[in-house]
């Protein structure tokens, strides 16, 4: 039996690294983990040099989405630490792999406010699935084991795993064991209920075949799952109709006859009716997040609601189910099929085709819309997504910071293909793009990926068009330039009167084009709607490094639809070239109501008079 080799806690943190099959690693060194920076040198690991902490860990996020491993990256105390704070909440609300490593001051510092110390675990506590604290050298390899085995297992998050610099520093003799890889680790408490029973999924597949007006509600959970090509058969097998939410784009091909698109506060029309009209939502991998339901107490008041979700603790938290089904989404989809064909199939299902009818009548009648620009007008950013799109491979992989440009992608960008669309969609974090592109691209060297960034976006994470640069990481960047802070201005001239207060960015400072140029990248500007297919074919042909397109866009576009925060999504606004449609469709239905209503109170007090009579 070969003897255990010896190593010390910065080889042993390095070789587990490798162990756990991980190719790429984003960080930045400093004091505390510059221990573990040694070892690297010689390590089989790929290392991405980052500008800013906060970039390594958007762009593990990135690599985590596009690829479905878990995204890892490494930085020091201290300020290190608080700098990938963000990372951390934003891979926890939106459910991402991810393991961050964080160097720590030696143990025997810790507690005396020694220099770049802070308490990284009690600071990331709320923020991550779970975190660690290192006090032992030897314990390094089971920690990053368990660290892995949780992130990506059950509902998927961060894990933090902070190591002080004494356990790692080769000159310390305590530092040194017997490296030994464990086994999968079992933690007591931690069961992920992976098969829901035969009895919910029973109830839940008799309530899909009587149900009349039947809507998927599909959420990010469906892809954390690997399960889209499941959905599709599910979705088929019933012609129920689906909406995919912001983090599930692509979860369903957009193309699909039953797809109805995105529904919530800027989602399509239709699909946010559907949702209001529906008797039944199979929500699938889906948290009803206040984005999709508005006004809770009035969203989908007609519906029953079978609620599939990994995390129990999302059942009830927003809506009651009246069927919790606790599982993996692929699996319970899997199940369900099974139980269909057990309930007869198809043919024991209700008609559903009036229903399909009336759900593709809104859809001819309110399509997603905007008014075109004028010959020597600036562009629609509408427009812009729509060449992007037309002029790009279909399984172009589109990441978006946070605002205008991230509702205007998700709207008018096909996704037919899943793991394709990566955004911040939980805590809305904007910068999100850049570097999440770079870790994409780095996870998919193969495959064509554009950032969509908005002026605010990109001015808080450029720097990371260096690295992108240095690295030979070619991502295209589409920047939409209206030098506002869109969505605030949208909300300012729709909430508050027109009182525009502190959203002008800009026109013409910075120069994006010399400041693109400046960090290695190729660099255009778009200013008029007849020079962008020839500028967008010259990005996507350039591929030996990073690409720049300045996309010169209106100042005072809107995105619509709108639902107003605390609004019921039965009043959301269409775009204005179909509001007054919508209001009379509106009114009209309320007067039919209000006659019904009328003679049924009539009905009931004839019978009462007819009984006093006789």
Known sequence: MTAPERLNGAQALIKSLELEGVEVVFGYPGGAILPVYDPLIDAKLRHVLVRHEQGAGHMAEGYAHATGK???????????????????????????????????????????????????????????????????????????????????????????????????????????????????????????????????????????????????????????????????????????????????????????????????????????????????????????????????????????????????????????????????CRISMELMIKEIAKQGGPENQVDITPWRQQVSGWQEKYPLTYQQSKAGELLKPQHVIERLRDLSPEDTIVCSGVGQHQMFTSQYWKFDHPYTWINSGGLGTMGFSIPAAIGAKAGMPNRMVWAVDGDGCFQMTAQELITAAIEKIPIKVALMNNSNLGMVRQWQEMFYGERFSEIHLGRDLPNYVMWAESMGCAAFRVDDPSELDEVIEAANAINDRPVVVEFRCVEDENVFPMVSAGASNSDALVDPSQQAMLDAERAAKAESSRQTASASADSVLADSNEGVSS
């Not at 199979?282 to 948290?287: P, T």
């Open 70 to 328: 878990p995204g890892v990256c490494m930085v020091t105390s201290g300020p290190a630490a608080t700098n990938i704070v963000t990372p951390l909440a934003d891979a926890m609300l939106d459910s991402v792999p991810m393991v961050c490593i964080t160097g720590q001051v030696s143990l025997s510092a810790i507690g005396t406010d020694a220099f770049q110390e802070c308490d990284t675990t009690g600071i990331t506590r709320s923020i991550t699935k779970h975190n660690y604290l290192v006090t032992r050298a030897e314990d390094i390899p089971g920690v990053i084991r368990e660290a892995f085995h949780l992130a990506t297992t059950g509902r998927p998050g961060p894990v933090l795993v902070d190591i002080p610099k004494n356990l790692v520093d080769a000159n310390n003799p305590e530092a040194y064991f017997d490296f030994v890889w464990p086994e999968v680790p079992e933690l007591p408490g931690y069961n992920p209920i992976l098969t829901p029973g035969d009895e919910v999924i029973a109830d839940a597949v008799t309530l899909m075949l009587q149900a009349e007006r039947p809507v998927l509600y599909v959420g990010g959970g469906v892809l954390k799952a690997r399960g889209a090509a499941v959905l599709l058969e599910l979705a088929e097998l019933l012609s129920m109709p689906v909406v995919t939410t912001l983090m599930a784009r692509g979860a369903f091909p957009d193309s699909h006859e039953l797809c109805l698109g995105m529904p919530g506060m800027h989602g399509q029309f239709t699909a946010i009716n559907a949702i209001q009209e529906s008797d039944l939502l199979i929500a699938m991998g889906s948290r009803f997040d206040d984005r999709v339901t508005g006004k809770v107490s009035t969203f989908a008041p007609h519906a029953k609601v079978i609620h599939v979700d990994i995390d129990p603790a999302e059942h009830g938290k927003v809506r009651v189910p009246q069927v919790a089904v606790a599982g993996d």
